[in-house]
C-alpha cells in the first residue's frame, strides 16, 4: 500500500500581483503544493517566511525594498530546512551566482509551465539543485570563462569594466589615465559611454553597479 505524501508548502514571492495571484491559482490545482501564503516583495517575503516555516520559496529576484537576493540570504539564514527557487524572465541571469551564493537552490523560467515549475519545486524538496537549462548553461559559461564580459556586463566593453573597477575603488580620472596608460579624454569617453549604457548619470551610481556585478569588495 502506497504512503500519502504531504503536499509541499509553498510561499511565493512576487511584486507583481497578476503574476503573482495567477502563479498560486495555477500551483493551487496541484495537489502536490499548498500554497501558504503570498508576499508582495523582499521584505514581506522575509516576514511571512519566518512566520509560517514554508518548505519552499518562489522568489522573484527584481523587487522594491528588498531584493529577492538578500531575501534569499536572510530566509535561508532564518529558517532551517528552508529551500528558495528562484523565479526569473532570464533578463535576471547575471545576477544567477550571486542568488546560488545566498543559499537558492535553482532557477525556473516565469514562462515554464505550472508543471514544470511544480516539477521543480518536489526536486528541490528531495534535496536536488534544479536550473532551467537556458540558465544553467549561461551558469556553466560564466563558471568556466566562456561568456563575454558583454553578456555578462550589460554590454560594456573591456576597457570599461576595467576603468569601473577603478573608478569603484575611489580612482579620479586622472589617475585611471595614469595606471591604464591612456589620456584623460579617453578615460572621460569611455565613462561617457559606460553611463549611457547602463543608464545611470554619476559615480555613486556606477560604484552601486560595481558593487551588484561582484567587480569590488565591500
Known sequence: MSVAISAVRVLVVD??????????????????????????DGADAIKQATKLKPDVVLMDIKMP?????????????AVPGVKVLILTTFETDSQVIQAL????????????????????IVAVMSGERVMASAVANRVLEMLTGTATPKEFYDGL?????????????????????????????????????MYEKLGIYDRSQAVLYAVKKGLVEV
Open 15 to 40: 511584486d507583481q500581483t497578476l503574476f503573482r495571484t495567477g502563479l498560486t491559482s495555477l500551483l493551487s490545482e496541484d495537489p502536490r503544493v499548498d500554497v501558504v501564503a503570498q508576499a508582495v
Open 65 to 77: 525594498n528588498v531584493d529577492g537576493i538578500e531575501a534569499t540570504r536572510q530566509i535561508v539564514e
Open 101 to 120: 551564493k545566498a543559499g537558492a537552490s535553482g532557477y525556473v523560467l516565469k514562462d515554464s509551465s505550472a508543471a514544470a515549475i511544480v516539477s521543480s
Open 157 to 193: 566593453t573591456n576597457r570599461e569594466i576595467e576603468i569601473l573597477k577603478l573608478l569603484a575603488n575611489g580612482m579620479a580620472n586622472k589617475q585611471i589615465a595614469f595606471r591604464l596608460k591612456i589620456s584623460e579624454k579617453t578615460v572621460r569617453n569611455h565613462v561617457s559611454n
